[in-house]
């Protein structure tokens, strides 16, 4: 199916946001956003896509040669380092929570506070 | 005089690296003059753009990359005086959190500041901004910014909550943003809003648009706070320090408006109107109209005083989108007019509450009933604050809410003018109870409301001061004066309306970037009309006797105290949907983006 | 309330995952993603800005303003951190001098291992960064890859060095923000220089290393920002670690 790249970019998606809403541990939660994070580049990545097409790196091979796109592989690199140090920050939240509450849990942490 | 543009970003940028660079060597006073400087500067280069801009577009493209062969390669600002308008009042509003927050001793420079800078570069880039993926980074700019902000004083137990539901559906959002640019540059293969206009003027509609148009605009509903992706708002604002808040609450819930108005008017107006332009328009009506009184029954019966100012944001952002969604350039107009002069007045009333939280150290009503007497120039600052968005002729939220009430009648829509009366009375009535409370002492002591200030608040400064330092004090009147001012001239209507008229033309969008003959003309308004008057009037006493009915009830009669009650039970169901879990926000988001996107594709597919 | 979250976010996700397919199956087939602008950009990386790596040219040239956003957002991540890591790291403060000797080791052969791969590993990074213009890699690859160099360390078990990387924070931090500063210098040097913000403005005709402009100089500040950024991140988080192997 020549869809298909792209459902594997939506299934991806919903996993990732079911594992968000139905998470017990916060630590699962971020993994499941980095799962979402993923699902965005997979499809991102699949529509640049071109049939017998090199890299974009023009290293011996004529400017006429047939390339896959480089802008979305330009939005895609940029955006992987800075995704991950976001999710460093969120990293630092949980363990500022585990230190101050001693658990982990969104629902322990919640009737902690009530 | 068009360099400005990147400038306004670039400028704030490397100031906070070079702060960075200097860490350890900087202090306190240095960085907050330099912050101070910073953001002045910034604000002066945004309002010297509006006016270079006047009636019409400025493009500037990066590294000198022009459009080739009806292609655009670069990346854009496209600066129109509603997005310049916007950032200038963005900077305003950063030069008085920055004067305001010089006092507050838990901040560590020079970090604070560098968060600060960067919060507006983004913000301001937004604004300027005519590329969506641009558009993309700045808004993740913002975000993280504002989740570092947020998370700021993180000694606090539920400043890690709110900072931690703050970034996770932010992020949501950033990724239906990111999957939504995915499928724009597939279908029309740019980046750049103008050329999508360009391109789908020619492919017109299909399902890939429609589902792409509704990814975007619920990443800026979630980043906006409309009903049912607003409950990070309330946990977020009630731990963040109050210069922060002030920004929050002041800038970045109209930023995500702004974002969608944009967004639609240049690339997508082309795709959608005119077949899908009304039930565009009844599906943003509704959901703006929802929040509206959602957020002000909410305001209502919350006890801690930010997060009820937090709903009464969330209430002003309901108005904000349904101006907007009008999808007219009286609707615009109105808002722009509305956004500054309730800006103002929102960012005055958060002033007001982090002065209270220095002098006596808690932020709930009943924690701080009656002691607020002696600061008598916050008392009259907050008891205006309450009056004036509750509309009061004729002072700036005056203005916009009557814009906004004529753009709706001319929708034909009549409903909507007592709707927003009630919506409005329901919000300035919970501002001034709340007043009342705590400055004059009036009411009882143990009311109805739930103790949510029983969370750990603290002072967030860890000393209590004696007396207002002038530097929350000025900042304080100078919003103030903001708010009165902006309606006081009515000039101002017929520029908002003069911008507007630029901002929803699609081809002068266009042709600003790709050349082409476009004349653009100045447009203006009508003075508001006697009913205008006699609407917000109304709605002035109907919040005045509001608060009175929740302060009194128990001395008026068995009735009142009946109606006052019911009221509470009433809306416990909907207080116990606002949980504190993060899983629970993001169920409630998926469904609203579900809907959003099942309402879309059978009105607009 | 579980099961309440339970229907609405099933329900929820069902139909955004149903619009979103759909959406999908509109697209155009997999494997003919030309677009004009992917084209008019690749084919204007060699002639006009000698850089053979279109990416790196789209990256740091064509759309310099979309990283500069970008690094500043992984810079105020890693402020964010420090905030966070360093106020818990300032109430638990004396115990340091016993870290070195509590923490486990590693066998000697992963320590041989380690030390031997640090050298070789940073090297590598510093030719991804140099030749960011020229092959795949750039400052965003490089800079991840001393990162990994630093992780090879823990990896080892060497606490000891691991001290002095997280007593050098201040560095790091400086270097993170250089790397900050020194892409938005380059921005306004395109715009002092030639006339406009982010635009190349060095001679790129010079052959070797330095062909593509101001694309090597970018990488290098970009990689000198991420290296700093994630091995403070890297640090941080290992002092945490180090501080709860104490307890």
Known sequence: ?114 | MSQLAPLAVAVPLVVAAVLGIGHAVLGRIVADIVAVLTAALTLVMTILLLIHVGPGYSVYWFGGWHPRAGVAIGVAFQVGAIGAGLAAFVSLLMVLALVYSTRFIGVQAPRYHMLMLTFMAGMVGFCLSGDLFNMFVLFELMSVSAVALIGYRIQQQSALEGALNFAVINMIGAFLFLIGIGLVYARTGALNLAQIGATLAHAGNDRVIVIAFTLIVSAFLIKAAVVPFHFWLSDAYAVALAPVCLLLAGAMSEIGLYGIARVYFSAFAPAIAPQGTSALRTILVAAGLITALGGAAMALVEDHLKRMLAFVTISFVGVFLFGAGLLSEDGVAGTSIYVLGDGFAKALLFACVGILQNRLGAVGQRRLHGRGRPLCVIAASFFAGGLLISALPPFGPFLGKSMIDDAALKQGLDFVPPLLMIISALSGAAVLRAGARVFLGWGESHDEERDSADEETSAETEQLYDHTPAVMLIPTIALLAGAIGVGAWYGMADLATTAAHTFVDVSAYRAAVFGGARQLGAASSAAPAWFDYVYCAGAVVLAVLIAALGLFSRRIGAAAERLVRAAHVGMEPIRRLHTGRVGDYAAALALGVGILAALMTLTLG | MRRGRLIVGGLGVLLVVAAFAWACTGLHAFGHGTTRYGEMVARATVPQRAATNAVAAVTFDFRGVDTLGEEFILFIAVIGVSILLRSLRSETSEEETHIAAAGPRGSEFSRWLAAGLVGPVAVLAAYIVAHGALTPGGGFQGGAILMAAVAAIFVGGEYVVLLTIRTSATWLDIADALGAAGLVVLGFGGLIAAGTFFQNFIDKRTSGLLTGGIIPLANIAVGLEVAGALLTVVAELLDQRLLSTRT
């Open chain 1, 1 to 114: 199916m020549s869809v298909y790249p792209y459902l594997i970019a939506v299934w991806l998606f919903g996993v990732g946001l079911w594992g968000v809403i139905n998470s017990r541990n916060y630590l699962h939660l971020i993994m499941c956003l980095m799962v979402v994070q993923a699902s965005t580049y997979v499809l991102l990545l699949s529509i640049g896509y071109v049939n017998h097409g090199t890299a974009p790196i023009y290293q011996g091979i004529s400017t006429k040669a047939l390339v896959v796109d480089p802008i979305v592989q330009a939005l895609t690199l940029t955006d992987v380092v800075v995704e991950a140090t976001v999710v460093a920050l969120l990293l630092g939240l949980v363990v500022q929570a585990s230190k101050r509450f001693g658990s982990i849990d969104p629902d322990a942490i919640v009737r902690m506070r009530d």
